[in-house]
């Protein structure tokens, strides 16, 4: 029986563009676009906090790299019959303009380029990642209109007026749909539950003055909220899908939801509600004034007024 809509969301007919032998694809045009906004915003609330202007820039330069190796190897390693089984293409874990980036490896990789920065240049690492915690959330609403026009991490059929439509040479392998089936846009729940998360993320900061690693904690909350439910209306089929009855990635989201709210549990009972952000984001500065009461001989600047730019 057809499935048929009122209305539907059209996929794009092509995600590559010729200029001249150069290839433009959409996915890599989304990845960039969401690292320059990631870059431009974060740089803000990270000079903001007392950061140098340039920082951000720079530590892109290290995470960046880090982070595509890392969501390529997590896609590689939870997909890898598709590469190294039977009938795979070993050369195809190599050409990520197909998709094909785990956002879990994006994280750990980026976070251990930004790590590995800090350390040489003695930044402290949680003022930052709360510098940066709305604007990687900013960076994946971005990200995901890549999947958009690559016609892939689509979920199950719909009769929803939304559905998205998709081509049958991008249906999950040995599957088969009714002629006119559309599908849930999981690309597009996850881009508005994130911009939603950035409200909520901008918000709770600017009032409670969180710090100490607990805007971070809450983007990992916010985030892994969503993506776990947004996990089970997926189809496309990865090695690890079914783990004692759960996708892999929902069970992702779970463990590191309970890991975020336990630091952040953690972190509150350890610093008092008046206490404000770290008064520097530089380790040799608060070495300097360590065991001073909160808030004394504050650099000026170094604390985000009210009306700080978010």
Known sequence: MTTLTLLSIPSPSQGVWHLGPLPIRAYALAIILGVV?????????WVARGGTEGQIGDIALWAVPAGLVGARAYHVATDHDLYFGKGGDPVGALEIWHGGLGIWGAIAGGLLGAWFYCRRHGILVRPLADALA?????AQVIGRFGNYFNQEL??????????LEIDAAHWPQGMTFPTGTVFHPTFLYEALW????????LWLDRRYKLGYGRVFALYV????????????????TIELNNVLGLRWGVWMSIVLFVGAAAYFL????????????????YAADQAATAGEPAGADEPTGTQAPAEAPE
Do not use: Q
């Not at 709305?134 to 900013?138: G, I, Q």
């Not at 689509?154 to 559905?163: H, S």
């Open 221 to 236: 909350m916010i985030y892994t909220a969503g993506r776990g439910w947004i996990e089970t209306l997926r189809i496309d």
């Open 154 to 163: 689509y979920g199950k059929p719909t009769k929803l007026p939304w559905g």
């Open 37 to 45: 906004a990631a870059v431009w915003t974060g740089e803000r609330r």
């Open 266 to 281: 953690v972190a509150t009972r350890r610093h008092r509600p008046t206490d404000t952000r770290e008064p520097t984001p």
């Open 134 to 138: 709305p604007s990687l959330l900013l």
């Open 194 to 201: 994130n911009l939603a998360g950035i409200a909520l993320l």
